[in-house]
């Protein structure tokens, strides 16, 4: 059973960086798609990033294109969103989430999760 911790939420005001840290369990994260999804108050829970460990590939909301990036450091078991020019819209509660059935990105379009993490706070206000 895949475990994961997030870690790097806060509170930042509009324009500043986060970067938000998901540590896996297992020692090594070939065939996966990782990455996160945020849920806001009274909002459906949406897919932000992805990065597939089968094909390389990465996926970014349109919203988060250009400000986020997705990474991953298979030392140390660790994928990372950086977050940089934060609007008060990315206030959320961002999910981890891993997909070991079906490893690539387009699947987390389809709420495609075998894996969530508990969750961090991000909020963004001035």
């Known amino acids: 059973q895949l475990q994961l911790v997030e870690s790097g939420g806060g509170s930042v005001q509009p324009g500043g960086s986060l970067r938000l840290s998901c540590a896996a369990s297992?020692?090594?994260?070939?065939?996966?798609?990782l990455g996160w999804f945020r849920q806001a108050p009274g909002k459906e829970r949406e897919a932000v990033s992805c990065?597939?460990?089968?094909?390389?590939?990465?996926y970014y909301a349109d919203s988060v294109k250009g400000r986020f990036t997705i990474s991953r450091d298979n030392a140390r078991n660790t994928v990372y969103l950086l977050m940089n020019n934060l609007k008060p819209e990315d206030t959320a509660v961002y999910y981890c989430?891993?997909?070991?059935?079906?490893?690539?990105?387009?699947?987390?379009?389809?709420?495609?999760?075998?894996?969530w993490g508990q969750g961090t706070q991000v909020t963004v206000s001035s």
């Open positions: 990065i597939s460990t089968s094909d390389g590939n990465t």
């Open positions: 297992e020692s090594t994260l070939d065939d996966y798609a």
């Open positions: 989430a891993a997909n070991s059935g079906f490893p690539y990105c387009s699947g987390f379009l389809f709420n495609e999760v075998d894996y």
